[in-house]
Antibody
Framework: QVQLQESGPGLVKPSETLSLTCSVS????????WSWIRQPPGKGLEWIGY???????KYNPSLKSRVTMSVDTSKNQFSLKVSSVTAADTAVYYC???????????????????WGKGITVTVSS | SSELTQDPAVSVALGQTVRITCQGD??????ASWYQQKPGQAPVLVIY???NRPSGIPDRFSGSSSGNTASLTITGAQAEDEGDYYC???????????FGSGTKVTVL
């Protein structure tokens, strides 16, 4: 059974860097896509970025200048850093595994089948 | 990047059928996946691909796609189906993800 667990500080000061880690059990991080998604209070889901096991990373263009993702294959973990945070970065942060299941003639098939429980991060002085 | 548009809210009588739609150009190239989220919980995958349900998802959930529109149908809605439903797909480039704004489903 694949499980993901987010960890990190629940409180970050404005202008500092938010750092979170997602620990993966039951699957190798050296396969699949691994994403970060966040959800501000009372709002919808926002994709932050993903890491692909081949070494490729892609970020949401609206956050790209402040976001860095990295992976530690020896610990089966991947991490997120968001720099220069403001109150707008206050959210529940989720990590998720994404599967690419090929194409069926017309459409590509991607889906996030396993999510962590989420971690609440508040940006406040 | 692409956008996915969802109606903000929909209601359905207990035992009746409700359809939630998601529109976006990227859906011509990528299937939507659908997620159910209940208050205080992480999203749960309910439909992916052409019309596939993960293990444990009731068969009253089904999906379909036509042109730039994906739909999630709940046939015989139950009280436990209340929650927020989000669609998601890759954008037109295939490099980035995009989520719909979510549809709140109320079972009356």
């Amino acid at each position: 059974q694949v499980q993901l667990q987010e960890s990190g500080p629940g409180l970050v000061k404005p202008s500092e860097t938010l750092s979170l880690t997602c620990s993966v059990s039951g699957a190798s991080i050296s396969s699949y896509y691994w994403s970060w998604i966040r959800q501000p209070p009372g709002k919808g889901l926002e994709w932050i970025g993903y890491f692909y096991y081949s070494g490729s990373t892609k970020y949401n263009p609206s956050l790209k200048s402040r976001v860095t993702m990295s992976v530690d294959t020896s610990k089966n973990q991947f991490s997120l850093k968001v720099s220069s945070v403001t109150a707008a970065d206050t959210a529940v942060y989720y990590c998720a595994r994404e599967i690419y299941d090929g194409y069926d003639y017309t459409h590509g098939i991607y889906y996030m089948d396993v999510w962590g429980k989420g971690i609440t991060v508040t940006v406040s002085s | 990047s692409s956008e996915l548009t969802q109606d903000p809210a929909v209601s359905v009588a207990l035992g009746q059928t409700v359809r939630i739609t998601c529109q976006g150009d990227s859906l011509r190239s990528y299937y939507a996946s659908w997620y159910q989220q209940k208050p205080g919980q992480a999203p749960v995958l309910v439909i992916y691909g052409k019309n596939n349900r993960p293990s444990g998802i009731p068969d009253r959930f089904s999906g379909s796609s036509s042109g730039n529109t994906a739909s999630l149908t709940i046939t015989g809605a139950q009280a436990e189906d209340e929650g927020d439903y989000y669609c998601n797909s890759r954008d037109r480039s295939g490099d980035h993800e995009v989520f719909g704004s979510g549809t709140k489903v109320t079972v009356l």
